[in-house]
């Protein structure tokens, strides 16, 4: 009996991020193998999914620890600045 693997007419075709690749590196670059235009998370071929990181969130974050680098740089450090 082969394995099952699930390949659509035109899959998504979505590659995981590389922050999100994990070892071993062939596996976690498998890219999705659900429908064009589907719901929820990507599924490649084994059965591993993942969601798209979310831009939005991204750049908040970006800002947020941008300002904090900024406000440690520019900290005054005769003072306690608990
Ligand atoms: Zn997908």
């Not at 071929?45 to 740089?73: F, M, S």
């Amino acid at each position: 009996m082969s394995p099952r693997v699930r390949v659509s007419a035109w899959p998504c075709g979505r590659q995981r991020p590389r922050s999100m690749q994990t070892s071993p590196l062939v596996a976690s670059r498998l890219p999705c193998a659900l429908p064009t235009g589907h719901d929820g998370p990507h599924e490649d071929a084994i059965g591993q999914t993942w969601h798209d990181p979310n831009p939005e969130l991204e750049y908040a974050l970006g800002v947020a620890l941008a300002a904090d680098l900024l406000r440690w740089a520019f900290a005054d450090d005769t003072k306690d600045n608990r």
